[in-house]
């Protein structure tokens, strides 16, 4: 069984990813670059749920290769930000999580 921290971390990267367009080979070349050897087949069994965890080290060099603030994204998926609780005023950007208050 997967962690709900692992799989909603999993769920973010998996998510940017696929928002990017960088396909799960290119990601494991980035990674590896970047000293973190890791095979397109080890991503497409975290992203499917074969591996139910991952480790800090891939988190925040996936996170790397996404352009993407590792420590916004746990604080996005391990719930409210204690500062805006979620939902900043529209118009600005919440400092300590990185959410927006947009304009629904």
């Known amino acids: 069984m997967t962690a709900p921290v692992s799989a ?15 396909s ?3 990601l494991a070349d980035r990674m590896t670059s970047a000293g973190y050897p890791i095979k397109r087949s ?5 992203e499917s ?4 965890e991952i480790s800090l080290d891939h988190l ?4 790397q290769a996404l352009g ?3 420590a916004a994204l746990l ?3 391990t719930g409210p930000c204690p500062n805006c609780h979620g939902t900043p005023p529209i118009g600005f950007a919440c400092l300590t999580c990185s959410a927006r208050g ?3």
């Open 49 to 52: 749920g074969r591996r139910a």
């Open 68 to 70: 993407l603030d590792p």
């Open 24 to 26: 799960a080979q290119k």
């Open 42 to 46: 080890v991503i497409a069994n975290v």
């Open 102 to 104: 947009d304009a629904a």
């Open 60 to 63: 925040a060099i996936a996170c």
């Open 8 to 22: 909603a971390a999993i769920k973010a990267l998996m998510e940017a990813r696929r928002e990017q367009k960088v």
């Open 75 to 77: 604080r996005r998926v």
